[in-house]
């Protein structure tokens, strides 16, 4: 059984090389053709002296380079670190520098609007463009990487270049999530973790080589990767979109006879507003959903228009990947649980002291196995809060095994299922996204504008929640809240742009002197509710 990420697609290539592995609009590429092109990228990293566990990052959308980066970057020994393609130049830059990139994959648009952050890159040393746009060399004299295009990178090749060995429990990506306060953490993933989540979901979904998996979740989000990572691991084919509406996933759907999609509740929300073709109905088998809550509303939509798909409703977090699935049997019955766990993982709903907690008793949810991510990239302190020892180990054994500690309330009833109840800190769920108040509120300061300012997370029927600004004036200014509005879509991603910006004359405060978010969430809490 293959132990590495890229040894997925060795051994679907050995056993079925001319299966279809990867189609992205109007091209595709069997197992074969996509092991070449991934062999043939990481013998010119190592020709670039790549060396075992330095990061590579993809700054790409969904595209045939996206994914052969990825398990080059894997097979030469690195660590490959997905950078969302909606991110702007600054959340990038501080990607490339807390891991330390040496390498970015990117294109030369995207690279024209990093030149603002990439001087301020020292350990980046190569950009590798995906067009083939010569050797010529004619760039900035003051650029300070050295810039590839594509043919050019491919050069480096040498069909001679041994590559590292490897093993399960060596890094193999970073994905980055949002915390509750600072900007994005580096989840570190072994190749195990990553392996380890394929199996998993690939048992319970019960994907086989004739699956075609639709891939409309970003990379850089540990459920979009999976779409990848199981279809690798049983030979089915993924196909890659990025939708510019609605309307393209279910166009898609049909031309390539999808069996399987994954998505959001923000995107499940505008899917059920859709007509379906009645044709969906003969091929798509199952439908998942993670990243928060589906409204029951659209949960019974979703339903109605795919009548013979098996909708599986699943709880995760980036740290241990997935935790639990609600099989499709038991929405009737249970429609507010979020399951029992996934294969290969244990969860348990604990006490402060670390004991279990009783039926129904509210506690953290926690999940031990090897789905466990390895830490936050060079963050010890972050790592010892999330990242802790299992509850109920034997002293006699004298290494800790350590668990992830969800930050999540849950509870469990007396057949196992797990209940979702609340999150622990303040980090804001909206469009799948984790989504850290700080960073926010970092761009409404810089404006000038305001004096104090919170960003918080309000219930939302399509969203999640919708993350709304709230600001006082700074002294002698005249506040316009759309030259504000304006400053956050210039420095945000759409994502993290608030949907309103409110006004308060003075923030509340806790005891500590901080500013009451839990007061200002009640405060605002029927924003966005509909009056009957």
Same mark, same amino acid.
């Not at 052969?68 to 959340?91: C, D, H, R």
């Not at 190569?126 to 990178?153: N, Y």
């Not at 960003?455 to 316009?480: K, M, P, W, Y």
């Given at each position: 059984?293959?132990?590495?990420?890229?040894?997925?697609?060795?051994?679907?290539?050995?056993?079925?090389?001319?299966?279809?592995?990867?189609?992205?609009?109007?091209?595709?590429?069997?197992?074969?053709?996509?092991?070449?092109?991934?062999?043939?990228?990481?013998?010119?990293?190592? &020709?670039?002296?790549?060396?075992?566990?330095? $990061?590579?990052?993809?700054?790409?959308?969904?595209?045939?380079?996206?994914?052969?980066?990825?398990?080059?970057?894997?097979?030469?020994?690195?660590?490959?670190?997905?950078?969302?393609?909606?991110?702007?130049?600054?959340?990038?830059?501080?990607?490339?520098?807390?891991?330390?990139?040496?390498?970015?994959?990117? %294109?030369?648009?995207?690279?024209?609007?990093?030149?603002?952050?990439? *001087?301020?890159?020292?350990?980046?040393?190569?950009?590798?463009?995906?067009?083939? =746009?010569?050797?010529?060399?004619?760039?900035?004299?003051?650029?300070?990487?050295?810039?590839?295009?594509?043919?050019?990178?491919?050069?480096?090749?040498?069909?001679?270049?041994?590559?590292?060995?490897?093993?399960?429990?060596? +890094? *193999?990506?970073?994905?980055?999530?949002?915390?509750?306060?600072?900007?994005?953490? @580096?989840?570190?993933? %072994?190749?195990?973790?990553?392996?380890?989540?394929?199996?998993?979901?690939?048992?319970?979904?019960?994907?086989?080589?004739?699956?075609?998996?639709?891939?409309?979740?970003?990379?850089?989000?540990?459920?979009?990767?999976?779409?990848?990572?199981?279809?690798?691991?049983?030979?089915?084919?993924?196909?890659?979109?990025?939708?510019?509406?609605?309307?393209?996933?279910?166009?898609?759907?049909?031309?390539?006879?999808?069996?399987?999609?994954?998505?959001?509740?923000?995107?499940?929300?505008?899917?059920?507003?859709?007509?379906?073709?009645? %044709?969906?109905?003969?091929?798509?088998?199952?439908?998942?959903?993670?990243?928060?809550?589906?409204?029951?509303?659209?949960?019974?939509?979703?339903?109605?228009?795919?009548?013979? %798909?098996?909708?599986?409703? +699943?709880?995760?977090?980036?740290?241990?990947?997935?935790?639990?699935?609600?099989?499709?049997?038991?929405?009737?019955?249970?429609?507010?649980?979020?399951?029992? !766990?996934?294969?290969?993982?244990?969860?348990?709903?604990?006490?402060?002291?670390?004991?279990?907690?009783?039926?129904?008793?509210?506690?953290?949810?926690?999940?031990? &196995?090897?789905?466990?991510? +390895?830490?936050?990239?060079?963050?010890?302190?972050?790592?010892?809060?999330?990242?802790?020892?299992?509850? &109920?180990?034997?002293?006699?054994?004298?290494?800790?095994?350590? *668990?992830?500690?969800? @930050?999540?309330?849950?509870?469990?009833?007396?057949?196992?299922?797990?209940?979702?109840?609340?999150?622990?800190?303040?980090?804001?769920?909206?469009?799948?996204?984790?989504?850290?108040?700080?960073? =926010?509120?970092?761009?409404?300061?810089?404006?000038?504008?305001?004096?104090?300012?919170?960003?918080?997370?309000?219930?939302?029927?399509?969203?999640?929640?919708?993350?709304?600004?709230?600001?006082?004036?700074?002294?002698?200014?005249?506040?316009?809240?759309?030259?504000?509005?304006?400053?956050?879509?210039?420095?945000?991603?759409?994502?993290?742009?608030?949907? $309103?910006?409110?006004?308060?004359?003075?923030?509340?405060?806790?005891?500590?002197?901080?500013?009451?978010?839990?007061?200002?969430?009640?405060?605002? !809490?029927?924003?966005?509710?509909?009056?009957?």
């Amino acid at each position: 059984m293959p132990t590495l990420l890229h040894q997925l697609l060795k051994e679907s290539a050995r056993r079925t090389p001319d299966a279809t592995a990867l189609v992205h609009k109007t091209k595709q590429w069997s197992y074969q053709q996509l092991g070449d092109l991934a062999h043939r990228q990481a013998q010119a990293l190592v &020709g670039l002296h790549l060396r075992p566990r330095q $990061r590579v990052a993809v700054y790409l959308p969904k595209q045939i380079e996206t994914v052969t980066s990825f398990l080059a970057i894997a097979k030469a020994g690195g660590a490959f670190v997905p950078i969302n393609p909606v991110l702007k130049a600054a959340q990038v830059g501080h990607i490339l520098n807390d891991c330390n990139v040496q390498v970015l994959f990117t %294109s030369h648009s995207r690279w024209q609007g990093l030149q603002t952050v990439l *001087a301020d890159c020292p350990d980046l040393h190569t950009v590798v463009l995906v067009e083939d =746009i010569g050797t010529d060399g004619k760039w900035p004299a003051d650029q300070p990487q050295a810039v590839l295009g594509w043919a050019a990178f491919l050069d480096h090749a040498k069909s001679d270049q041994p590559m590292p060995a490897l093993i399960d429990t060596d +890094m *193999a990506a970073i994905l980055y999530t949002s915390g509750s306060t600072g900007k994005p953490k @580096g989840v570190v993933l %072994s190749h195990r973790n990553l392996v380890a989540g394929a199996n998993s979901v690939a048992e319970y979904l019960a994907i086989n080589a004739a699956d075609r998996l639709l891939a409309v979740l970003p990379f850089s989000f540990d459920y979009g990767l999976n779409q990848l990572t199981t279809c690798l691991l049983k030979g089915a084919t993924c196909v890659l979109l990025d939708y510019l509406l609605p309307k393209d996933v279910i166009t898609a759907l049909v031309t390539h006879q999808i069996t399987g999609l994954a998505a959001v509740p923000p995107l499940w929300a505008q899917l059920a507003n859709l007509n379906w073709p009645d %044709s969906i109905a003969g091929h798509l088998r199952y439908l998942t959903n993670s990243g928060g809550k589906m409204p029951k509303s659209v949960l019974t939509s979703i339903r109605q228009k795919a009548p013979n %798909s098996r909708f599986f409703l +699943m709880y995760g977090l980036t740290e241990a990947f997935r935790s639990t699935y609600l099989p499709p049997e038991e929405i009737d019955q249970r429609p507010d649980s979020i399951g029992k !766990a996934i294969p290969n993982a244990e969860i348990m709903v604990v006490r402060e002291d670390g004991g279990r907690c009783a039926p129904h008793e509210p506690g953290e949810l926690v999940h031990r &196995g090897s789905l466990v991510a +390895m830490g936050y990239w060079n963050d010890p302190a972050k790592t010892a809060e999330r990242f802790k020892p299992a509850p &109920g180990q034997l002293k006699e054994l004298p290494l800790t095994e350590i *668990a992830v500690w969800s @930050g999540d309330t849950a509870t469990q009833d007396e057949e196992g299922y797990f209940y979702f109840v609340g999150r622990k800190d303040d980090m804001i769920k909206t469009s799948g996204y984790r989504v850290s108040p700080t960073e =926010i509120e970092e761009v409404l300061y810089a404006s000038g504008l305001v004096k104090e300012a919170a960003a918080i997370g309000i219930e939302h029927d399509n969203l999640g929640q919708a993350v709304v600004a709230v600001v006082s004036a700074a002294e002698g200014v005249v506040f316009d809240p759309q030259t504000v509005l304006e400053r956050c879509k210039a420095q945000l991603p759409n994502f993290m742009v608030p949907m $309103r910006i409110e006004t308060l004359p003075v923030l509340p405060k806790n005891p500590n002197g901080k500013i009451d978010r839990k007061a200002l969430s009640l405060q605002f !809490a029927a924003l966005f509710q509909v009056m009957p």
